[in-house]
């Protein structure tokens, strides 16, 4: 089945930890990219991925770091986490880019106290 | 189920009546609209798109259009079921220079839809 997973779906976790949420995608898309979700400011994208190894940044990027090491793969890693940083996450990826239809993962809730 | 939203706006219809919901897009260089839906607890899901070359398009059961000139998108469900309550989000696409095109999305408005 054509999908995108992330672990892990839920995440309580204390300021300063450094924490990692992987994204997997097993259709050969080029693109992938991570969102955070907030009430009332929709989604909004932290990094993105046009392939291996290139990556840029998003509209929120502070905070927050990637990598793109393999096509399938593009974790999300925050390095000293803040309460601030609570939030649902979204990884998705698309065939090329933004003029493809973007697959979204099912989404992580992270709480950092 | 994950909370998208608190204070979103709200559209009530009933089932079987056609839903029309609007979006009010920013960039006037935007070239690219997509239209997700996102359930409670799940990732947003593709439902349908429109080039700006387009002012219409058509799929099962929904339509999208787009009128440039005031910068407007709306998305209309034809015989409007239990199973459309979720949050409806459009989102603009435009390319920067030189670099990937970028998606944008609006704050979503959320369907309920009434037995």
């Known amino acids: 089945e054509a999908q995108v997973t992330q672990n892990p779906r839920y995440l309580i976790t204390v300021t300063g930890k450094k924490l990692t949420v992987t994204c997997s995608q097993n259709m050969n898309h080029e693109y992938m990219s991570w969102y955070r979700q907030d009430p009332g400011l929709g989604l909004r994208q932290i990094y993105y991925?046009?392939?291996?190894?290139?990556?840029d940044k998003g509209d929120v990027p502070e905070g927050y770091k990637v990598s793109r090491k393999e096509k399938r793969n593009f974790p999300l890693i925050l390095e000293s986490p803040s309460p601030n940083q609570t939030s649902l996450y979204f990884c998705?990826?698309?065939?090329?880019?933004?003029?493809?239809?973007?697959?979204f993962g099912p989404g992580t809730r992270l709480t950092v106290l | 189920g994950e909370s998208v939203g608190l204070h979103l706006p709200t559209l009530s219809v009933q089932e079987g009546d056609n839903s029309i919901i609007n979006c009010a897009y920013s960039?006037?260089?935007?070239?690219?609209f997509i239209w997700y839906k996102q359930e409670s607890g799940k990732g947003p899901q593709f439902i349908i798109d429109?080039?700006?070359?387009?002012d219409k398009r058509q799929g099962q059961r929904v339509t999208v259009l787009l009128n440039k000139t005031v910068k407007h998108l709306s998305l209309q469900i034809a015989a409007t079921q239990p199973g459309d309550s979720a949050v409806y989000f459009c989102a603009e696409n435009f390319r920067n220079t030189g670099t990937a095109s970028k998606l944008t999305f609006g704050t979503g408005t959320r369907l309920q839809v009434t037995l």
């Open positions: 960039n006037s260089a935007s070239d690219y």
């Open positions: 429109i080039r700006s070359n387009m």
């Open positions: 998705a990826s698309s065939l090329r880019g933004g003029y493809n239809e973007q697959f």
């Open positions: 991925s046009m392939n291996v190894e290139v990556t």
